[in-house]
């Protein structure tokens, strides 16, 4: 039988339903020391006693368009990952658990089959039927009340009947328990099929077997609500994949080398007849991995900008693979990344903005660098339209930098602050107001009519962003302080905050 829901144990440990992919909110942040009272109101939402509000963002995707990202209560999230809990052990194995990533990647090379296909379904979370999932549920926990429940708080955190809230760990497991259904249909037939996630991975002799497996899972995801993506589903032949992953292992390696060389010929002092005068060293294993990546962006970058724009993605080819790792490689590199290459970076892939903030960050708090960081976040914050999500990204970045007024950049980075306490989503006002309060910027004038604005979503930031800042009004801060108990635990977390400089 599965366990009562345990919400203050996970109001203890808010890191687990942090948002991934998103900074650390302050919407989550200023609630670390008031587990009783995000518990409590937990409580009420599984009991169906109180609904918060939830906000919808847009993020981008790896290829094009935005996906919808939903953003409910620290509250409404610990009741969900409670509740789940409270029954995991009855839902299965997670496609995500540590070492499934590697056996799947490694499945088509231990398989002697003649042909490969790929395939997986087209906005996976968002389909998710509610009325199925139930069901699934029911037959593997034989738990009603838990099923009714989760149905109630499904409630807080998306609308309609349809789709889980994306980038929370929670959801995660009980997508796996959904699309199980199709993995194990498919290899009931017979088919050696693999999954992660929501990417199907499947092994077989021949081409008539590769399409049937196809209008199969095509079949069997209809029944379930969803529909296979017709970009991602490809029939190769093995020899083809294998061929590829190859060609993809020389091209970084062939890197490596070049860099290693270069290296290498570096360490070797010559005399008058031509001589070495010392024994050359080994070079510096990481050294000589920064140099492969210095390289390769620079190479990335000559191609992107020559290529027309319908036509970048595909000469990037195995560029694009290692250029997420390549910003981390070269966060401590002796050189800076030149300005224009991480535009140009996150003008093509949006998603590598994270990538860049950390970048900057970085280097920034390393002693061995004197660089002007504002320069980077000033024309990151004036490029063209930007989803919310990249907003939340900028300011948690511009949170954590110190004041600069030397910098001829730093006004500008603040003024598109000032602009961003006016969004119109309510978790990027909140962002931009603790940002703001970071810097000492933000109004009493514009704090009281964000306040009036929100709600519960997003009040008790405004209460720590207030309290950070400091220098508000008596008669305002005990508006504001006293109007909830989170609100309260807030205040007192940005003043402790504060008082650390």
């Known amino acids: 039988m599965a366990s009562r829901a345990d919400t203050f144990s996970v109001a203890k440990n808010l890191e687990s339903v942090h948002l ?77 658990e540590e070492g499934n990533w590697e056996k799947y990647k490694n499945f088509t090379a231990r398989n002697e089959s003649e042909y490969v296909v790929s395939f997986d379904i087209a906005s996976f979370y968002e389909y998710i039927d509610h009325g199925i999932l139930a069901q699934q549920l029911l037959t593997h926990t034989l738990n009603s009340d838990a099923v009714q429940k989760l149905g109630r708080v499904l409630g807080s955190l998306v609308k309609g009947t349809r789709g889980l809230p994306q980038l929370l760990s929670t959801s995660d497991h009980l997508s796996d328990v959904y699309i199980s259904t199709l993995e194990r249909r498919l290899i009931r037939h017979g088919f050696s099929v693999v999954r992660y996630v929501d990417d199907f991975t499947a092994t077989c002799p021949d081409w008539e077997t590769a399409n049937i497996i196809i209008e199969r899972a095509a079949e069997y995801a209809r029944e379930l609500g969803l529909v296979l993506s017709s970009e991602k589903t490809i029939i190769k032949k093995r020899a083809t994949v294998v061929a590829s992953e190859e060609e993809e292992a020389r091209f970084i390696n062939d890197y490596f080398e ?4 270069e290296l290498m010929s570096r360490l070797f002092l010559w005399g008058d007849y031509g001589e070495p005068v010392d024994e050359p060293e080994t070079p510096d294993m990481k050294e000589a991995m920064r140099a492969t990546m210095w390289s390769l962006v620079h190479d990335w970058y000559k191609l992107a900008t020559g290529a027309e ?22 966060r401590l590199h002796e050189e800076r990344i030149p300005e224009t290459i991480l535009q140009e970076i996150v003008f ?26 504002w320069c980077t976040v000033r024309n990151l914050a004036v490029m063209g339209r930007q989803s919310p999500w990249a907003k939340l990204w900028l300011l948690d970045t ?26 119109r989503h309510e978790v990027v006002r909140a962002q ?42 008596k008669g305002i801060v005990q508006a504001i302080r006293q109007d909830s108990p989170m609100n309260r635990k807030a205040f007192e977390w940005a003043e402790k905050e504060a008082s650390k400089g």
């Open 398 to 423: 511009i949170a954590q930098l110190p004041a600069q007024n030397s910098s001829w950049n730093y006004p500008s980075v603040m003024e598109w602050v000032d602009r961003q306490v006016g969004d």
């Open 258 to 261: 070049a860099a290693k060389s």
């Open 309 to 330: 724009p319908e036509e970048a993605f595909h000469v990037e080819g195995h560029y694009k693979t290692f250029l997420r790792s390549a910003l981390g490689w070269l």
């Open 432 to 473: 931009a107001a603790w940002a703001a309060s970071c810097h000492g910027r933000l109004s009493e004038k514009s704090l009281t009519q964000m306040y009036t604005q929100a709600s519960p979503l997003s009040q008790h930031a405004l209460a720590a962003c207030m309290a950070k800042q400091g220098g508000f009004g």
């Open 348 to 373: 093509k892939h949006p998603l590598f903005l994270v990538s860049v903030c950390r970048y900057v960050l970085a280097r920034f708090n390393s002693s061995g660098f004197w660089e002007d960081p």
């Open 20 to 96: 991934e992919r998103l900074p650390v909110l302050v919407i989550d942040r200023c609630l670390e020391n008031c587990p009783k009272e995000i518990s409590a109101t937990a409580d009420m939402i599984l009991s169906g006693e109180v609904e918060y509000p939830y906000e919808t963002l847009a993020m981008p995707k790896k290829r094009f368009g935005p996906r919808p990202v939903t953003v409910a209560s620290t509250a409404a999230r610990v009741a969900y990952a409670a509740l789940v809990d409270s029954i995991a052990d009855s839902l299965g194995p997670k496609s995500r």
